[in-house]
């Protein structure tokens, strides 16, 4: 029978028996244990347990402070049939300086199979072991502990701080609202001052435009003359809408006649120029006015927003798009410049409107003047559409019969390519015969090589007639080319003596130049 405490290699102690508790053992001496360490081990040992154990070979160094086992008491050897023995019945006796504790316990019998297992190799660990592991366990709960308690620090330090940056920020973004705000106010302001001002002036000068057209009324119906007389020659086609000599005397007629009032033209050309551009400019600030009315709208709307305000929501990744096209700089230059360019037209507008208010003197002799060199153009240039007339009739009468004479011979060449369609039909019809001969009779003859080259000649024949009426069809399409070119030349003449001896002169006729006053 083996007692539960003991091992081959190791022997776990109990106390020693109290002979007046177990009946039948009056009389009979206390057997002692044969360990040598009985007084060490009663001077450390401070409590009763029959479970005490030790790793096999193992010293233990567990200093007798900390409640640890005197390593002398314990033994590399097994008990010994006689120490087995004795224990059986017994209870041990364990001593604590001058005092003696008995223990009532009784050994305790296990089956065989734990006391197989138990004598087994199995790992034991000692009670330093047991500490260390302690410690160890208590010593991680402080790291932890510790490291949690620096988390929970530094996230309360974090939720400070960016609560702290957050209303920074939004404060921060909000007076640089009311800044952005007030400026473009300021210069929304500035932007309608001269957006009124452009508008008064383009209605200066759209008063100006009756003043001038008033001016030039004398004037226009010997202008209007000339005029209709370059339009009428607009109407010439072809090679004849040349500027030629006529032309360039109508175009210096209309000079003289507006000499007077050159100055005055130029600038009436120069102030619509600068209308347009009047408005252009009037459009730019009307747009940058509105432009801006929108921004501050918008701004203010967003001036006004808080963190309990209605209808937020979010824009996510709105932070990384950047749909902006101007910085400050640029946007304070593009007013400044939108601003300055504006007065510049406005300065520019009032000289065009000193300039038209000149009166400028007419020079009735040199109008009459340019007004007889026209008439004698006109002249000079229809003796020479007559001449062109005459020498295009004789042209056309030539390459009429030119074409005539060439379908002609069209005509014989088509008739000799048809004939040699009826010697081709026979050679190849001779050939075909010839190619069902049987055997050995269907021989490679001299009939044979002379149907061959018979058939050659005629094709190459019919292919030299073929070219020859393609050149000659080439030939009469040339020619009647020539023949509708000099006849649309010929109705280009004839338009253009229409046009300027009925259309222009008509009207030049009717109309008796005099020296005229004019002034604005």
Known sequence: MEYMGHTHSSAYLAAQPKFGNIPGASGVAPVKPTLNTEKNFNASYTSVSPLQRSEANMD??????NGGFDASYVTNRPLTSQERSTEDNDLYQVTSGNNTVLCDLQTIKVSPEFAALRNGVHVRYAPQDWLTSNRSGYFASDRVRAGAELVR???TRLCREVCDKTKNNQAEST?????RMEEVEHWKKELQNELDSMIEENRAMEKMFGCVEKSLAETEEPLNIAQRCLIEREKRSGIDLVHDNVEEELLKEVDTIKRVQEDLR???????NQAAMNNGIIEELEQDVRNKFA??????????LRNTSRGLQHFNGIEHTDNTISDPETWLKYTCDKIQKSQAMRAASRGVRDSIQQLLQKQAEALVKQWEATNHAFSVRLREYMDAKHKLETHLARVLQEIFDTEKSLEMLKKCLLDKDAPLKVAETRMMMRSDRPGMENCKDKAQHKLVYEIHEIKWSTDDLKAKIQETEDALQHLLRTKMSLEEDLAVKNNSIFIDRERCMGLRNSYSMAPRAHCC
């Open 60 to 65: 233990w160094n567990v200093p007798e402070a």
């Open 153 to 155: 620090l530094d996230a």
């Open 175 to 179: 007076k640089r609202l009311g800044d």
């Open 266 to 272: 130029q600038h009436v050309s120069d102030a619509r």
């Open 295 to 304: 921004a501050l709208k918008r701004d203010t709307a967003g001036f006004n």
